[in-house]
């Protein structure tokens, strides 16, 4: 993964869209859009994008929202407000504010570019990169970009590798030998396969780079189309296949990894099993996502909170965590966890006991409460005596139980218990 000595970072603009209900993510995304959602113990989903971002050399961030923003506004107020216009440095958080029309919000996400033209178009970046909000990566964006001023192309879809059977659920690429798109395929039953490799097919990450006049040309063009979508994936995307020029570039190429990593990390946690699962890796001996790289730091709003404290010592009643992530200002009051991830200003106490859970901030787990294989949202206040994960059927009763065996918990599951 080799750099040029002069970036073409510094003339793009990353434009994130983070816009997303996150449906599937059931009672976590009531309040939140998914970019919003806590990750990892400290961060939030869209940290992520946009610290690929920073880390890349890029210094002009639009982040356009939609769907019940004020969480994700608020945290990119707070977290992301660092970069300056004196240094030729820019970060706008676009909510869909009707500017182009008073009863048009974002129809897609093509639009969610196209409304605000005007403000991409006064900080006159040479290139775009469209970047979703919701996916949990370490990418450099300057090989990308690269590769797409190499290829001359039109437009560079970023891709994964994954077995040809998976990649239903996905927009596909079908390149030639030197992975130039010659179809764009959405979803499709049967695949198609890499030249050369007949297991694997070329998924789209969502991740596409333009130079910025042809881009602001398409989206006029697609603005006055009246069949259109407003899409890139269903609309944009497969014109410029037919019409222009694309290229896949494949994310093995720009994924940044520490020498702990040895695969290209790239999560979709889209629903409660996916999301548990992910947070979970992250207490293996020697995780996937290597979240300790101080070469790549994933950037969030870092709030001034004490240490994490253990306390009590006596034979059930010992504040003690094996194989577990704990954020700042948790208070382990004589529980014991394992294998679990604590975000910030959690509260455990005594002769309870937390196993595979993933508690979002500032969570009250109650005297002798055990819990297992769940998934506990902010600030839920979890009763004395609770036992989750022993009785399949209860517990499908009372919270959101997937079929893997994972329990979400919200405030509103535990106020009816006692109802």
Same mark, same amino acid.
């Given at each position: 993964?080799?750099?040029?000595?002069?970036?073409?970072?510094?003339?793009?603009?990353?434009?994130?869209?983070?816009?997303?209900?996150?449906?599937?993510?059931?009672?976590?995304?009531?309040?939140?859009?998914?970019?919003?959602?806590?990750?990892?113990?400290? *961060?939030?989903?869209?940290?992520?994008?946009?610290?690929?971002?920073?880390?890349?050399?890029?210094?002009?961030?639009?982040?356009?929202?939609?769907?019940? &923003?004020?969480?994700?506004?608020?945290?990119?107020?707070?977290?992301?407000?660092?970069?300056?216009?004196?240094?030729?440095?820019?970060?706008?958080?676009?909510?869909?504010?009707?500017?182009?029309?008073? *009863?048009?919000? $974002?129809?897609?996400?093509?639009?969610?570019?196209?409304?605000?033209?005007?403000?991409?178009?006064?900080?006159?970046?040479?290139?775009? +990169?469209?970047?979703?909000?919701?996916?949990? $990566?370490?990418?450099?964006?300057?090989?990308?970009?690269?590769?797409? +001023?190499?290829?001359?192309?039109? +437009?560079?879809?970023?891709?994964?590798?994954?077995?040809?059977?998976?990649?239903?659920?996905?927009?596909?690429?079908?390149?030639?030998?030197?992975?130039?798109?010659?179809?764009?395929?959405?979803?499709? &039953?049967?695949?198609?396969?890499?030249?050369?490799?007949?297991? =694997?097919? %070329?998924?789209?990450?969502?991740?596409?780079?333009?130079?910025?006049?042809?881009?602001?040309?398409?989206?006029?063009?697609?603005?006055?189309?009246?069949?259109?979508?407003?899409?890139?994936?269903?609309?944009?995307?497969?014109?410029?296949?037919?019409? @222009?020029?694309?290229?896949?570039?494949?994310?093995?190429?720009?994924? /940044?990894?520490?020498?702990?990593?040895?695969?290209?990390?790239?999560?979709?946690?889209?629903?409660?099993?996916?999301?548990?699962?992910?947070?979970?890796?992250?207490?293996?001996?020697?995780?996937?996502?290597?979240?300790?790289?101080?070469?790549?730091?994933?950037?969030?709003?870092?709030?001034?909170?004490?240490?994490?404290?253990? /306390? =009590?010592?006596?034979?059930?009643?010992? @504040?003690?965590? +094996?194989?577990? %992530?704990?954020?700042?200002?948790?208070?382990?009051? @004589?529980?014991?966890?394992?294998?679990?991830?604590?975000?910030?200003?959690?509260?455990?106490?005594? $002769?309870?006991?937390?196993?595979?859970?993933?508690?979002?901030?500032?969570?009250?787990?109650?005297?002798?409460?055990?819990?297992?294989? /769940?998934?506990?949202?902010?600030?839920?206040?979890?009763?004395?005596?609770?036992?989750?994960?022993?009785?399949?059927?209860?517990?499908?009763?009372?919270?959101?139980?997937?079929?893997?065996?994972?329990?979400?918990?919200?405030?509103?599951?535990?106020?009816?218990?006692?109802?």
């Amino acid at each position: 993964m080799e750099r040029r000595p002069q970036p073409i970072s510094r003339d793009a603009m990353a434009y994130v869209l983070a816009g997303g209900r996150g449906s599937r993510l059931m009672e976590l995304t009531d309040r939140r859009a998914k970019p919003a959602v806590y990750f990892g113990g400290k *961060t939030r989903i869209i940290d992520f994008a946009l610290s690929n971002a920073l880390n890349s050399g890029i210094r002009r961030i639009g982040v356009a929202t939609q769907y019940k &923003a004020h969480s994700l506004i608020r945290h990119l107020q707070r977290g992301w407000n660092f970069l300056r216009p004196e240094r030729n440095e820019s970060f706008d958080v676009l909510p869909a504010s009707q500017r182009v029309s008073e *009863t048009q919000w $974002y129809a897609g996400t093509a639009d969610a570019v196209f409304q605000n033209i005007d403000i991409i178009e006064s900080y006159g970046p040479k290139y775009m +990169v469209i970047l979703a909000g919701d996916h949990i $990566y370490k990418m450099d964006y300057e090989v990308m970009l690269q590769a797409h +001023v190499d290829t001359r192309a039109d +437009v560079t879809v970023g891709c994964l590798e994954v077995p040809r059977m998976e990649a239903t659920g996905f927009g596909v690429m079908h390149v030639d030998d030197k992975d130039r798109i010659v179809a764009f395929v959405e979803k499709p &039953a049967d695949p198609p396969a890499i030249p050369g490799d007949p297991d =694997h097919a %070329l998924a789209s990450m969502g991740i596409y780079v333009f130079e910025t006049a042809f881009l602001m040309n398409l989206l006029r063009e697609d603005a006055d189309n009246a069949q259109s979508s407003r899409d890139f994936g269903k609309d944009l995307i497969p014109y410029i296949v037919k019409h @222009g020029k694309a290229y896949a570039h494949r994310f093995a190429r720009s994924c /940044v990894r520490s020498s702990f990593e040895t695969v290209p990390y790239w999560r979709d946690v889209g629903t409660v099993d996916a999301y548990w699962e992910a947070n979970i890796d992250l207490t293996d001996v020697v995780p996937e996502l290597d979240l300790y790289d101080r070469d790549w730091p994933i950037w969030t709003y870092a709030e001034i909170k004490p240490p994490a404290k253990f /306390v =009590h010592d006596e034979d059930g009643r010992r @504040g003690s965590a +094996v194989s577990s %992530l704990v954020a700042g200002d948790c208070i382990i009051s @004589g529980a014991s966890l394992r294998r679990s991830l604590l975000f910030t200003g959690v509260r455990a106490h005594s $002769y309870s006991s937390l196993d595979h859970a993933v508690v979002l901030p500032d969570c009250t787990i109650s005297r002798g409460a055990k819990l297992k294989k /769940v998934v506990i949202d902010r600030g839920v206040v979890i009763p004395e005596g609770l036992v989750v994960g022993e009785d399949p059927k209860l517990d499908a009763k009372r919270f959101r139980r997937t079929d893997k065996g994972i329990c979400l918990i919200t405030q509103t599951m535990i106020d009816r218990l006692g109802a």
